[in-house]
């Protein structure tokens, strides 16, 4: 069966994916939009092989997608085949500490964000507020001041009205204004393109554990400035988070032992959403398996999986190939690791199916068991891939680099994405995340608001005959499900939304996906508003302690504006 465009998913191809003539009219169908996507990305396999096939792998291609069981990001499905060709969502840009590399960033940022990618960066090497400017004798401004500037940059491109600006800032907790940098999220006007990221490093967590003292290290001159007390600045930490949901923080060190090529030097960011750690100048490609379209007869189909991650992995390498990238140091960078990241959308979906509550140790079994086998197959893939095409040039000195492995095309295979915009093109649940709402309220143009729910909600309501003219109003209004004594006890249980799991299981299934992924995990923890600081403590620990390379929290009505908030389908 086809995928069937849901109106949602029409109304966002519609804005921003299908191709307009020069009046803004539409010229493309869903289905030749897949089609474009399929033909190019097929055409890559001429370069290794004259005699390939490319009808027979652009049809393969096409069916993968047109049933939803597989969505490249974003911007694949906007310019692949088309004059742009920039295919990746992810970006890391190099941040020194002079005026010239700085703001070379900041155009390379500006050309990046009109391609539809995302950009992050490592502000940790400027120097700090306050120090010395040797060639005009005056003060330096510091990182925070820098960020303002991308900002201001970001806000002007918008992305050429296709995606809109996202950056992701990241500062290490030893550089001499991580108080500030904590605390400038804060006033919700000031960086509203930014996500912020404390990085975290072992030296500072080791003085965490015990209660002690850091030191601040100033990245011009690498003396220590000063000592911090570590419970200060975790608590500072901690009460931004509570407060705006900002900072998040990564784990540097958990990072750089998972970086697989150690040699090339070591990883300071991350892009936007933190899924993707990245070297400076390194792009990469993301795809996302649907898995609610991986169930039959109320079973996971492996076998279907499987076929599936296969052919995801020959994509995303095509994908890497035909890529036209928005600068030669990029290409260069990208081509000598060629990092993809294939990861999931729907889980959720796919726990309701199954009949799985997310907050159960059933499904962090079934995290583990489905995200062990994409890891395993994509490897293989890739494998085969090096073994036709070639391994990744920076192979030498890269963990693969054993006789074990001998043949590794890419240096990464596996990311778990936000899928904040193709989980719409799929009518899927987003990335690992629960249910967001059971039942929706949507506006239409003449302001008559019509009400839908949850596509498994109302075939259950139906069957099991609870379903009623009211009922999607009623929900839409509550929000849960959860108090609503007419629902049969099994089917709220099933159908718990974000905000009614608890934060602990959230960072239990977030571990359970990280342990088999090469890159890191978007998620987001919820808590209720009425959450305390302590809670949001609890969180960051557990995050640490469970292997997670990092966490992002929200606290319910802490913020209005987000750079990439859930999915709103309302
Ligand atoms: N991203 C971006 N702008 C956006 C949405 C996403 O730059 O408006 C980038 C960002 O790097 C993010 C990545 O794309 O981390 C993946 O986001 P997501 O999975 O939500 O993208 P999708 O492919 O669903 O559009």
Same mark, same amino acid.
């Given at each position: 069966?086809?995928?069937?465009?849901?109106?949602?998913?029409?109304?966002?191809?519609?804005?921003?994916?299908?191709?307009?003539?020069?009046?803004?009219?539409?010229?493309?169908?869903?289905?030749?939009?897949?089609?474009?996507?399929?033909?190019?990305?097929?055409?890559?396999?001429?370069?290794?092989?004259?005699?390939?096939?490319?009808?027979?792998?652009?049809?393969?291609?096409?069916?993968?997608?047109?049933?939803?069981?597989?969505?490249?990001?974003?911007?694949?499905?906007?310019?692949? %085949?088309? /004059?742009? #060709?920039?295919?990746? +969502?992810?970006?890391?840009?190099?941040?020194? $500490?002079?005026? &010239?590399? @700085?703001?070379?960033?900041?155009?390379?940022?500006?050309?990046?964000?009109?391609?539809?990618?995302?950009?992050?960066?490592?502000?940790?090497?400027?120097?700090?507020?306050?120090?010395?400017?040797?060639?005009?004798?005056?003060?330096?401004?510091?990182?925070?001041?820098?960020?303002?500037?991308?900002?201001?940059?970001?806000?002007?491109?918008?992305?050429? %009205?296709? /995606?809109? #600006?996202?950056?992701? +800032?990241?500062?290490?907790?030893?550089?001499? $204004?991580?108080? &500030?940098? @904590?605390?400038?999220?804060?006033?919700?006007?000031?960086?509203?393109?930014?996500?912020?990221?404390?990085?975290?490093?072992?030296?500072?967590?080791?003085?965490?554990?015990?209660?002690?003292?850091?030191?601040?290290?100033?990245?011009?001159?690498?003396?220590?400035?000063?000592?911090?007390?570590?419970?200060?600045?975790?608590?500072?930490?901690?009460?931004?988070?509570?407060?705006? #949901?900002?900072?998040?923080?990564?784990?540097?060190?958990?990072?750089?032992?998972?970086?697989?090529?150690?040699?090339?030097?070591?990883?300071?960011?991350?892009?936007?959403?933190?899924?993707?750690?990245?070297?400076?100048?390194?792009?990469?490609?993301?795809?996302?398996?649907?898995?609610?379209?991986?169930?039959?007869?109320?079973?996971?189909?492996?076998?279907?999986?499987?076929?599936?991650?296969?052919?995801?992995?020959?994509?995303?390498?095509?994908?890497?190939?035909?890529?036209?990238?928005?600068?030669?140091?990029?290409?260069?960078?990208?081509?000598?690791?060629?990092?993809?990241?294939?990861?999931?959308?729907?889980?959720?979906?796919?726990?309701?199916?199954?009949?799985?509550?997310?907050?159960?140790?059933?499904?962090?079994?079934?995290?583990?068991?489905?995200?062990?086998?994409?890891?395993?197959?994509?490897?293989?893939?890739?494998?085969?891939?090096?073994?036709?095409?070639?391994?990744?040039?920076?192979?030498?000195?890269?963990?693969?680099?054993?006789?074990?492995?001998?043949?590794?095309?890419?240096?990464?295979?596996?990311?778990?994405?936000?899928?904040?915009?193709?989980?719409?093109?799929?009518?899927?649940?987003?990335?690992?995340?629960?249910?967001?709402?059971?039942?929706?309220?949507?506006?239409?143009?003449?302001?008559?608001?019509?009400?839908?729910?949850?596509?498994?909600?109302?075939?259950?309501?139906?069957?099991?005959?609870?379903?009623?003219?009211?009922?999607?109003?009623?929900?839409?209004?509550?929000?849960?499900?959860?108090?609503?004594?007419?629902?049969?006890?099994?089917?709220?249980?099933?159908?718990?939304?974000?905000?009614?799991?608890?934060?602990?299981?959230?960072?239990?299934?977030?571990?359970?996906?990280?342990?088999?992924?090469?890159?890191?995990?978007?998620?987001?923890?919820?808590?209720?508003?009425?959450?305390?600081?302590?809670?949001?403590?609890?969180?960051?620990?557990?995050?640490?302690?469970?292997?997670?390379?990092?966490?992002?929290?929200?606290?319910?009505?802490?913020?209005?504006?987000?750079?990439?908030?859930?999915?709103?389908?309302?």
């Amino acid at each position: 069966m086809s995928l069937s465009f849901s109106s949602s998913a029409l109304v966002v191809l519609k804005k921003r994916y299908l191709k307009k003539d020069k009046n803004g009219r539409v010229i493309e169908s869903p289905e030749k939009m897949l089609q474009r996507v399929a033909d190019s990305v097929a055409r890559a396999d001429k370069d290794f092989d004259g005699t390939a096939d490319i009808k027979a792998l652009a049809a393969q291609f096409y069916d993968l997608m047109s049933k939803g069981w597989f969505i490249p990001n974003s911007p694949t499905l906007m310019n692949a %085949g088309r /004059r742009l #060709g920039q295919l990746s +969502a992810c970006f890391v840009l190099p941040v020194e $500490d002079s005026i &010239e590399s @700085i703001f070379d960033s900041l155009k390379h940022t500006a050309m990046i964000h009109k391609s539809g990618g995302g950009t992050g960066f490592s502000f940790s090497r400027v120097r700090p507020a306050n120090d010395k400017v040797l060639s005009t004798a005056g003060v330096s401004s510091g990182p925070i001041s820098f960020m303002a500037v991308f900002d201001a940059a970001t806000e002007t491109v918008k992305q050429g %009205g296709t /995606r809109r #600006g996202a950056n992701m +800032a990241i500062l290490r907790v030893d550089h001499p $204004d991580i108080e &500030e940098f @904590i605390a400038c999220k804060d006033d919700p006007g000031f960086l509203q393109n930014f996500n912020i990221s404390v990085g975290l490093t072992q030296e500072f967590m080791e003085a965490l554990e015990k209660g002690g003292d850091y030191e601040l290290v100033n990245p011009r001159t690498r003396n220590s400035v000063k000592t911090l007390n570590a419970p200060k600045i975790f608590d500072m930490i901690v009460n931004s988070a509570w407060q705006s #949901g900002e900072p998040g923080i990564i784990f540097l060190d958990r990072i750089n032992e998972a970086n697989p090529t150690p040699a090339l030097g070591e990883i300071e960011a991350t892009n936007p959403c933190g899924e993707q750690p990245l070297l400076p100048y390194e792009s990469c490609n993301l795809g996302s398996i649907n898995l609610g379209k991986m169930a039959e007869g109320g079973t996971l189909d492996k076998n279907r999986l499987k076929a599936v991650i296969r052919t995801a992995v020959h994509f995303l390498d095509n994908v890497v190939e035909i890529n036209k990238y928005p600068l030669k140091e990029i290409k260069e960078q990208t081509l000598a690791t060629r990092k993809v990241g294939l990861g999931v959308m729907g889980f959720a979906d796919l726990l309701i199916k199954l009949g799985v509550p997310y907050d159960s140790e059933e499904a962090v079994a079934l995290a583990h068991d489905i995200m062990s086998l994409i890891s395993e197959e994509s490897k293989k893939a890739s494998a085969q891939l090096g073994e036709a095409r070639g391994n990744f040039p920076a192979y030498a000195g890269s963990i693969y680099d054993r006789p074990e492995t001998p043949y590794m095309r890419n240096a990464t295979t596996t990311t778990l994405a936000p899928t904040g915009s193709i989980s719409i093109i799929a009518n899927a649940s987003s990335g690992i995340e629960p249910i967001f709402a059971v039942a929706y309220t949507r506006r239409v143009l003449d302001g008559e608001k019509l009400h839908e729910f949850h596509p498994l909600f109302e075939e259950m309501a139906k069957e099991q005959g609870f379903f009623t003219e009211d009922l999607a109003k009623n929900i839409a209004l509550e929000g849960s499900i959860q108090e609503m004594t007419n629902i049969p006890k099994e089917v709220r249980r099933l159908f718990k939304t974000s905000h009614d799991i608890s934060p602990d299981w959230h960072v239990r299934i977030q571990a359970a996906f990280q342990k088999y992924t090469d890159n890191a995990v978007s998620k987001t923890v919820n808590f209720p508003h009425t959450a305390t600081r302590e809670d949001v403590e609890k969180v960051f620990k557990l995050a640490r302690e469970t292997g997670c390379k990092g966490v992002t929290i929200y606290r319910d009505g802490s913020r209005d504006h987000q750079v990439l908030s859930v999915a709103s389908r309302s």
